[in-house]
């Protein structure tokens, strides 16, 4: 059976933030976007609604001008980010897979929205399939280069405050596909959809995701909401068509956005 390792495959992207929008919260947490400190007037009153520098304390009303010292904004202000991650693996339930040794990507905050990301596109470099190098059509040997993916974030657990990203391809997308590409005569294609552990609560520039599976299998592989598991599958053939079959990516992967920004949990 073919045991190919395949390099984080797409997806790593992404991450971790939201988007730019709005200047209001959005109807259900979590959601994206930065906690600051409140002004004082001329009369040394506060104008913020949180007691907490992680703004998930809001405060009363009634006392707000005596405790409401921060103030939560909605969304990215400045929409951009980047990612970076080393060697990854991505392998089928069958023990097929590719490995690549570098990855990086590209993408931004969905306008008008406080819990997606849009126009991510992940280039994987040195990528080898049973030895042989790969790369996807118009592409330098041995780089992989993925659609335009997106992205989602979501309750895991909401009583424990565990919150994932999704990603996904982009709807433009008309094959669905994370990504196709050749490996000497191989012919590979993956779709579907992944999760990520994404933490809450901390404003920050920088994220860590590790995409996390075990022979094929990804985990964790379901938001709390959604009555379907969110997973990846792979085809792998002669170019005479194969079956595709469930697929788990390790890799992990630092996003880095333009400015501090919070998953907040509460809001």
Known sequence: MQHIRIVGLCLVVAVV?????????SAAAPEYGRCTKAEKNSKKEYNGTFSDSKCEKE????????KGKYIWTPGAGKAKFTTSGGVGVLTTVGGSGVECKTESSSGEFKPGDNKEETGVVVKFNECLSLGLFCN?????????VTNQLEGLVGWENKASKKTDLELFPAKSVSSGLFIEFECSGLAVKVKGHVLVPIKNGTMTETETLKFKATKGVQKPSKWEESASPAILEASFSNFKGGAFEQAGQNITSTVKGEEELELNPVV
């Open 17 to 25: 933030l939201s988007v730019v929008g709005a200047s209001e919260a």
């Open 59 to 66: 405060v009363p009303l009634a006392e707000r001008t005596k």
């Open 136 to 144: 996807t059509p118009g592409a330098k040997t041995g780089e992989l």
